[in-house]
């Protein structure tokens, strides 16, 4: 005979319960589903708005009160789920740092001069990095770590700690941060841990300072201990991945049909493996962008003295490809191109505009000054506001 106890808690299991007292199924939490209805870019923000709260309260994700200090909680669910194997991407985890909008453009919660508010702040803050980062590839919120926040007479602030993955978007990629693919291990991305101050002021929130310490996930000799398949990778101004680079470029040059050439913006990484075989050898694997230049390809100018168009009149291109060391050979390119944002044609007898490239500008020779050069095989993200090159550190 079971025990009694255990007979107590049969019995009453079988005593069928009131509609009342029966909860509704717990629904699974899923932004990503509510935004893919036909109706949702058609809606205002006010619907949009209140549907991925109802969501979220549905699952028992956020309570009744203090929204967006449980969304800042949820938003850096990855270090609650540290036990087990992090995939980079976790639907759950990505989908909890709220955008209102639909996949592409965004409306981000407000921030206000409340606590709750820290979650807000660093979805600003993670925003307004991006929108600054004018090197590199795109990252994406990984980890909230903490939010301090001090009210003031008139004002206040949050002073914010989080970590940021490197996606698989390269910054001249139009897509959102959001929508971008975070880099996996056999990638070779980066994190960034990153401190930062939002202040509100009459109701507006700006982001008063970013600083972060940016690093290559794992090193080269970590790397090599626990995945056999990964590639090492390689400093960005190494000269044979220049010459790999210079090369690939070229290349896109005579198979593409644009009507102006396109010129190297920047090596975005280099990964170097070695293939034993006879027809194998040492091998680069090369992502590089691209930006459209000025010169008509018609035009007797040489490639390399082709000034690059601004960043929003041009158009831009993301290559793949990997270059045989042994046999200066370059591979198949896997490039997506991308179109400029202002079409807006020249008036008649205007000139078209050049800008100088961020690798060639004061900004960039600053913020390598002010990052250092520990993490070479890596872009860095840069402080804000901007770095200041003093006088006397011309050759940093």
């Avoid at 087990?84 to 909890?96: E, K, M, V, W």
């Avoid at 913006?265 to 590089?288: A, D, K």
């Amino acid at each position: 005979m079971p025990p009694l106890r255990r007979l107590s808690q049969a019995k009453a299991s079988s005593r069928p319960k009131s509609p009342q007292s029966r909860k509704p199924p717990r629904r699974r939490l899923s932004l990503d589903g509510i935004r893919s209805q036909p109706d949702w870019d058609s809606m205002d923000l006010d619907s949009k708005v209140n549907q991925s709260l109802d969501v979220l309260k549905d699952t028992g994700a956020i309570g009744k009160s203090g929204p967006w200090k449980h969304l800042f909680s949820i938003a850096g669910c990855v270090s609650e789920h540290r036990s087990r194997p992090r995939d980079g991407d976790s639907p759950a985890c990505r989908s909890a740092v709220l955008r209102y909008g639909s996949p592409g453009g965004g409306h981000f919660p407000p921030v206000t001069c409340v606590d709750d508010a820290g979650a807000a702040a660093t979805i600003l803050a993670v925003q307004h990095i991006n929108e600054h980062h004018k090197h590199g590839y795109k990252f994406k919120l990984d980890e909230a770590q903490a939010s301090n926040f001090q009210q003031g007479s008139d004002r206040c602030h949050f002073d914010l700690m989080f970590k940021l993955r490197q996606t698989k978007c390269h910054v001249s990629n139009p897509k959102s941060h959001e929508d971008c693919e975070v880099m996996s291990r056999t990638d070779r991305g980066a994190l960034a841990t990153c401190n930062s101050t939002v202040e509100v002021v009459g109701g507006v929130a700006h982001i008063v300072s970013h600083n972060c310490d940016t690093k290559a996930e794992f090193t080269n000799a970590e790397i090599a201990m626990i995945c056999a398949t990964c590639h090492g990778l390689m400093p960005l101004d190494d000269e044979t991945g220049a010459k790999a680079a210079q090369a690939a470029v070229k290349k896109y040059n005579q198979q593409n049909n644009h009507l102006h050439y396109f010129g190297l913006m920047e090596i975005s990484q280099l990964q170097t493996y070695y293939i034993p075989s006879p027809t194998g050898g040492t091998f680069l694997r090369l992502e590089f962008a691209l930006v459209e230049t000025v010169c008509p390809k018609d035009s007797r100018i040489a490639q390399e003295a082709c000034e690059a168009r601004c960043p929003d009149r041009a158009h831009h291109a993301f290559c793949k490809t990997r270059y045989r060391i042994n046999g200066e050979e370059v591979g198949d390119l896997d490039c997506e191109l991308y179109l400029p944002k202002d079409i807006t044609p020249l008036a008649d007898g205007q000139i078209e505009p050049a800008c100088v490239l961020f690798h060639n500008s004061q900004e960039d020779a600053a913020c390598h000054h002010h990052v250092g050069n520990q993490q070479p095989e890596i872009h860095q993200i840069c402080p804000f506001p901007p770095a200041v090159l003093h006088a006397g550190h011309a050759d940093a």
